[in-house]
């Protein structure tokens, strides 16, 4: 058998993931709490509160800060306890129930120029809220109501996935 034949025959290996939308993933089950209008003294405040998050056992995503508060998501289970719990600090506190996360992964997503826009023109074209957004390298993530997100990453794979991506 001669050398090109060989080679013919192989199969390649990918080192590099094709840029441009390559998978979106759908995650159910979460609140999201929004503590807000704290009066005075914001960071020792939003520390005293996450203190007894902590204390009382419960597991938070994706902390944001806000001038007045913050915001984070809690697994549905633990939100009875959570509201509990910030009823105890005496602060101003929201929860919305029913929270999904959509993610979107896409290689070097914070420098394909129009991306990320083109996920959230998506979504809000389409009439979906969007609670939160967040990013990181290689992907982005929003928090919409459940019953949108499954409509979400249908909307997402259908109009960005697999097209490619040019410089």
Same mark, same amino acid.
């Given at each position: 058998?001669?050398?090109?034949?060989?080679?013919?025959?192989?199969?390649?290996?990918?080192?590099?993931?094709?840029?441009?939308?390559?998978?979106?993933?759908?995650?159910?089950?979460?609140?999201?709490?929004?503590?807000?209008?704290?009066?005075?003294?914001?960071?020792?405040?939003?520390?005293?509160?996450?203190?007894?998050?902590?204390?009382? *056992? !419960?597991? +938070? #995503?994706?902390?944001?800060?806000?001038?007045?508060? @913050?915001?984070?998501? %809690?697994?549905?289970?633990? $939100? &009875?306890?959570?509201?509990?719990?910030?009823?105890?600090?005496?602060?101003?506190?929201?929860?919305?129930?029913?929270?999904?996360?959509?993610?979107?992964?896409?290689?070097?997503?914070?420098?394909?120029?129009?991306?990320?826009?083109?996920?959230?023109?998506?979504?809000?074209?389409? *009439? !979906?809220? +969007? #609670?939160?957004?967040?990013?990181?390298?290689?992907? @982005?993530?929003?928090? %919409?109501?459940?019953?949108? $997100? &499954?409509?979400?990453?249908?909307?997402?794979?259908?109009?960005?996935?697999?097209?490619?991506?040019?410089?």
């Amino acid at each position: 058998m001669s050398e090109g034949a060989l080679i013919k025959g192989a199969a390649e290996t990918e080192f590099e993931k094709r840029r441009g939308v390559s998978r979106v993933e759908v995650r159910h089950g979460f609140a999201q709490i929004h503590v807000s209008r704290i009066p005075s003294d914001v960071m020792s405040e939003r520390l005293r509160i996450l203190e007894k998050v902590a204390t009382a *056992g !419960i597991s +938070i #995503d994706f902390l944001k800060l806000t001038p007045s508060g @913050m915001s984070f998501l %809690v697994p549905e289970q633990t $939100a &009875e306890l959570l509201e509990q719990t910030l009823q105890s600090c005496g602060d101003h506190f929201s929860i919305r129930h029913d929270r999904s996360i959509v993610l979107v992964y896409a290689v070097s997503i914070r420098d394909e120029e129009g991306l990320i826009a083109g996920i959230v023109h998506t979504a809000i074209s389409n *009439g !979906i809220r +969007i #609670d939160h957004i967040g990013d990181m390298h290689d992907r @982005m993530l929003m928090v %919409v109501g459940k019953p949108e $997100a &499954e409509r979400l990453g249908t909307l997402v794979r259908h109009t960005l996935m697999d097209r490619e991506v040019s410089l």
